[in-house]
């Protein structure tokens, strides 16, 4: 006679809705569909999002974090600079947007494209119609065997487009960007600030969404630098393209109404100028702020926590206008009262 086996002890995980729970289908599906949901509700209208985007690389056996829960949105029409050290993640966040590299994990949207499930086909039609992009080096913008009108009528042909409505497309794009003297010109009869010019109006002949550019600047003197940039802000202001570009001149970011700067992977601060009180078109005392992301993490300046010897963990408090933020030292356990310093409070 087989004993009578003794009742099942209940799961307190599954009770308590722990991983008992997350192993019921319904569950599961539930907690899917609501980050679908949170994905979705982020950036939600905006033209560029990137939610929590990560990006991992493995180079020699060894895993480097490229982007680490970046958040980004940008509003069609934005004129935005992204600056960074180098290694920060700035270019690999440019790759992805686009379409020349895809996330490890997190969701990024383009003109209501979803780039982390799109098919090999799909992204080279979203290359080709979405994303202008342009290089630092003229070399991997232009064919050097085809002239500045040749070169910007290629992407229409690519496209299908009939032969009077590419030269007519080319020539409006060369007069606009203010190099129609070279339309007969191949590179290696051009200017770089011509080449970088004339690599602008390529990238525009398909009407993108979004104009990408990579340190277009990077190998220019300064007033050249300046004519590429006034191409970059006449596709801007007269074409409606939204424009974000990667830069290491403080010049070009000093010329834009934001300014984004990425460090270890995610974005830390926002540099914001607005109109001047006149409306006179002219930007007006950048105003620099921290990046506070979905998680309520914040990157504080190293300058600022070098400076209070803050490492490790600090102390919050917070106050009907702001919240205080203070370094842990040895023995220190007060509260500070409001409106003291802890210096003050005998911290």
Not at 38 to 63: K, M, P, S
Request: net charge negative.
């Amino acid at each position: 006679m087989t004993e009578p086996q003794p009742p099942r002890a209940a799961d307190p995980l599954a009770e308590a809705g722990g991983l008992g729970a997350a192993n019921d289908p319904g569950t599961f599906s539930e907690l899917t569909a609501d980050a679908i949901r949170a994905h979705a509700e982020y950036g939600a209208g905006a033209l560029i999002a990137c939610d929590r985007l990560v990006r991992i690389y493995t180079a020699e056996g060894v895993e480097v974090q490229a982007l680490q829960g970046l958040d980004l949105v940008v509003e069609t029409g934005e004129l935005t600079a992204l600056v960074g050290a180098s290694g920060s993640g700035k270019s690999t966040l440019v790759n992805i947007l686009a379409g020349l590299d895809t996330p490890t994990a997190g969701a990024v949207r383009v003109a209501g494209n979803d780039l982390a499930s799109m098919s090999s086909r799909q992204r080279l039609a979203y290359r080709r119609s979405v994303i202008g992009f342009i290089w630092q080096q003229t070399a991997r913008n232009l064919l050097p065997y085809l002239t500045a009108a040749q070169n910007a009528e290629l992407p229409l042909r690519l496209a299908g487009a009939g032969r009077s409505a590419r030269r007519k497309r080319a020539a409006d794009l060369l007069d606009l960007l203010g190099v129609a003297h070279c339309a007969g010109r191949r590179p290696d009869q051009m200017s770089g600030g011509e080449q970088q010019r004339v690599s602008v109006g390529v990238a525009l002949a398909n009407s993108p969404s979004v104009l990408l550019a990579d340190e277009p600047t990077g190998e220019l003197d300064s007033d050249t630098a300046a004519s590429v940039f006034s191409a970059l802000q006449t596709a801007n202001t007269e074409l409606g393209v939204t424009v974000l570009v990667v830069t290491h001149d403080p010049a070009v970011s000093s010329m834009v109404r934001r300014t984004i700067a990425i460090r270890d992977g995610r974005t830390s601060t926002e540099t914001l100028r607005h109109g001047a009180a006149d409306n006179s078109g002219a930007l007006g005392h950048p105003i620099e702020y921290a990046v506070l992301d979905r998680a309520g993490r914040l990157q504080l300046p190293r300058e600022m926590t070098e400076t209070l010897g803050m490492r490790d963990r600090v102390r919050l408090e917070a106050q009907p206008d702001h919240i205080g933020v203070w370094p842990d030292r040895p023995g220190s356990h007060a509260t500070a009262r409001p409106g003291i310093s802890p210096s003050e409070d005998g911290d």
